[in-house]
C-alpha cells in the first residue's frame, strides 16, 4: 500500500513538474506580487471614513499603535497608515527590478506585519468567552493571516538582502539561493 501511494505521489510530482511550478523564482515572484497588491489594496481602504472607523479597535487596543489617535486623529492615522501601506507596496513592486529598494519594501513589510500580529493579544473579545484560549472570536481570526503575511514579509527581506549582497560583494559569508534543477 505504502509502495502504490509512493509510486502515485512521484507520478504526481513528475506531471507537477512539467507545468512550470519549479520555474526559477516562481515562488518568489509570486510572493512579491501578492504582497504588492495586498499593500496597494489595503492602503486604499485608509483612504474612507468607514475604514478607519473599523481601525479603531485594533489601533486603540495596541500599545504599539494607540499613541496614534491622540497625535492624528481616528482619520489621520488612517491616512498615515495608508500611505506607509503604498509606499511599502511601491518599494515592494521596484524590488522586481531594484533589490535595493525591495530591500527596503520588505524591512517596511516586515516591521509593519510585526506590529499587527502584537495586535492579537489585546485584542477586546479576542477569545470565545465560553472556550476561552485558543477559540479565537471577533477580529482576532482575521488578524491571524498577518503571521502569514509576516513570513512572507521576512522570506522577501532575506532574499532580497542575499541578493544585494551577491551583487555588491558586500557579504562574503552569504552565498548565492539555492536553486534546484530539475532534469
Known amino acids: 500500500m505504502i509502495s502504490?501511494?509512493?509510486e502515485t505521489i512521484d507520478?504526481?510530482?513528475?506531471l507537477l513538474a512539467k507545468t512550470g511550478l519549479l520555474k526559477k523564482e516562481l515562488d518568489y515572484n509570486l510572493?512579491?506580487?501578492s504582497m504588492v497588491i495586498i499593500f496597494l489594496?489595503?492602503?486604499y481602504?485608509?483612504?474612507f471614513v468607514y475604514e478607519a472607523k473599523v481601525l479603531v479597535p485594533y489601533i486603540g487596543n495596541d500599545p504599539f499603535l494607540s499613541w496614534m489617535y491622540p497625535v492624528f486623529g481616528i482619520q489621520g492615522a488612517s491616512w498615515l497608515l495608508g500611505?506607509?501601506?503604498?509606499?511599502?507596496?511601491?518599494?515592494?513592486f521596484l524590488g522586481f527590478?531594484?533589490?535595493r529598494l525591495g530591500v527596503l519594501g520588505a524591512l517596511g513589510s516586515t516591521i509593519t506585519f510585526a506590529v499587527t500580529v502584537t495586535i492579537i493579544p489585546f485584542m477586546p473579545n479576542g477569545w470565545d468567552p465560553a472556550a476561552g484560549f485558543p477559540a479565537m472570536a471577533g477580529n482576532v481570526p482575521f488578524l491571524l493571516k498577518d503571521v502569514v503575511l509576516l513570513a512572507v514579509s521576512i522570506y522577501?527581506?532575506?532574499?532580497?538582502?542575499m541578493r544585494v549582497c551577491v551583487q555588491s560583494g558586500a557579504c562574503k559569508q552569504v552565498s548565492e539561493p539555492v536553486q534546484l534543477s530539475v532534469s
Open 4 to 6: 502504490l501511494l509512493n
Open 11 to 14: 507520478w504526481l510530482a513528475k
Open 31 to 33: 510572493l512579491r506580487t
Open 41 to 43: 489594496l489595503f492602503g
Open 45 to 47: 481602504q485608509k483612504w
Open 83 to 92: 500611505v506607509s501601506e503604498w509606499i511599502f507596496g511601491a518599494l515592494l
Open 97 to 99: 527590478w531594484n533589490k
Open 156 to 161: 522577501l527581506l532575506k532574499q532580497d538582502v
